[in-house]
């Protein structure tokens, strides 16, 4: 590989990227013509592009940097721990200071009964954690017959065999064969769309109640688990009725399920509380985390057990599973770090009580607007969903037009917000202030107004 120190400019460093550069979830061809968007620095809630944009972003980056950017004390943290102790394994009867302050830190900030962490580096890795944790489970309870784990169409819960398996994205499973055998998939507590005349209260018990309906098909002596984000984040933020999650809950119990729920994107404080879980009043046996976990400064993830599960592991061997870096000094220190000063700075309270409130407050009044059809959320997450018609809740026949239109002029009136189809998604950082809101908003619903002249509606 040869450097080429002469690089400085947008042009150099798209070419560079075009050449060798392979991105996530990505249309290589189409990406290469249009030329990548090279982003340069970050303070705060803004960042800025190799062009000098400056962007308000209103995805915390893809939904983990809930301290902003450029918090100097996460960055001397990581030195400080890279010059004691780069690195050493926690494999062979060893562990480091960092890993063990923020096992014990996590045991604090999580609900009750949550005392035991298993590190892993990235969402998906965690997640497969969990399937191996779960089947692991099962065999010492002596029930080998439970290992189906039952999830929703349209989740997403990362992109290896496991986390792809467990999501519900066709478009991931037609690059298959997958899911693996032994995932299934019940239909999202989805109200707009598939709602119709019921409350959404009368529909969230009918949609928790698939999974009564899916356990009972294939025996309950086969399901291992049921698997969810507590608000569906990449799926479109789709945030289910009051009723649904305290009768998943009780459907879980029930037939001895265990209830996982994923907060790669609704911990840390997204939706107002620590956890998602907490936002709609259930107790799952284990939760996934990452994101937010260390606000995207440096890849880190968690599984944090329920003392009702971790005891039944505990005095059954050893347990066959583990990645090099599970509880890498310098990621738990930066986690511990960034924790901490949510904690500290009373970060998720004020998403609770104050900028959560006058975000969604804002965005609701969206809802007059020509192209919108629903604005749903919690805290500081959200969705704009536009719509053909909406006072029959119909959608655009190409889905996905209007949300690419919408994106772009969002990028041109300097804010980032992400579309899925025609959801127009928000996760802004969690120390956003009002004035920064009403920047965000205001350059939102400019964007809004460009769509819909754009296709014809206004
Ligand atoms: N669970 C959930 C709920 C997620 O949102 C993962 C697991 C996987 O995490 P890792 O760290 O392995 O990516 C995620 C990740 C999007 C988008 O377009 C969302 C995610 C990742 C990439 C893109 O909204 N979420």
């Given at each position: 590989m040869t450097m080429n120190v002469a690089l400085n400019s947008t042009s150099q460093w798209q070419q560079e990227d075009r050449d060798h550069h392979l991105h996530p979830f990505t249309d290589t061809a189409e990406l290469n013509q249009k030329g990548v968007r090279i982003i340069t620095r970050g303070q705060g809630v803004y960042l800025w592009d190799s062009e000098g944009n400056k962007l308000i972003d209103g995805m915390a980056g893809l939904w983990c940097v809930n301290l902003g950017y450029g918090r100097k004390e996460l960055a001397d943290v990581a030195a400080r721990q890279m010059n004691e102790l780069a690195f050493y394994n926690t494999f062979f009867q060893t562990t480091n200071i960092p890993a063990t302050s923020l096992a014990t830190l996590l045991s604090e900030v999580t609900p009750d009964g949550f005392n035991r962490v298993f590190y892993g580096n990235s969402g998906s890795e965690s997640n497969d954690t969990v399937v191996r944790l779960i089947w692991r489970y099962w065999d010492v309870r002596e029930k080998p017959g439970k290992k189906t784990i039952i999830s929703r169409n349209n989740?997403?819960?990362?992109?290896t065999l496991a986390g792809a398996s467990l999501g519900g994205m066709g478009y991931m499973h037609e690059q298959g064969p997958l899911p693996l055998p032994g995932f299934e998939h019940i239909e999202e507590p989805n109200w707009y769309v598939n709602g119709g005349d019921l409350s959404p209260d009368e529909f969230g018990l009918k949609a928790a109640r698939w999974l009564e309906e899916k356990i009972l098909e294939l025996g309950a002596d086969s399901v291992a688990a049921f698997f969810g984000e507590p608000i569906q984040g990449a799926g479109g933020v789709i945030v289910p009725p009051d009723t649904y999650w305290p009768e998943i809950q009780r459907i879980c119990r029930k037939y001895d399920i265990l209830l996982v729920s994923?907060?790669?994107?609704?911990?840390?404080?997204?939706?107002?509380?620590?956890?998602?879980c907490q936002t709609f009043g259930f107790e799952p046996d284990l939760m996934t985390m990452a994101k937010g976990m260390s606000s995207g400064y440096i890849p880190i993830s968690g599984v944090m057990i329920h003392d009702r599960v971790a005891d039944v592991l505990e005095g059954s061997g050893e347990f066959n599973h583990g990645y090099t870096y599970c509880g890498h000094p310098v990621a738990t220190a930066v986690a511990h770090a960034n924790i901490s000063i949510l904690r500290d700075e009373a970060i998720i309270e004020r998403v609770k009580t104050d900028t959560g409130p006058y975000f969604q407050e804002i965005l609701r009044s969206f809802e007059d607007h020509p192209l919108v059809g629903q604005v749903r959320g919690r805290g500081l997450m959200a969705a704009i969903q536009l719509v053909k018609d909406k006072a029959n809740r119909q959608a655009f026949d190409d889905v996905g037009k209007a949300g690419a239109m919408c994106r772009n002029h969002c990028s041109d009136n300097g804010i980032i917000m992400r579309a899925t189809g025609d959801a127009m998604l928000l996760s802004p950082?969690?120390?956003?202030t009002r004035p920064e809101i009403d920047e965000l908003l205001g350059s939102a619903r400019k964007s809004l107004d460009a769509t819909a002249r754009d296709l014809g509606m206004m």
């Open positions: 989740a997403y819960h990362g992109s994923d907060e790669v994107i609704c911990g840390f404080g997204r939706t107002g509380n620590w956890f998602g950082p969690l120390v956003i």
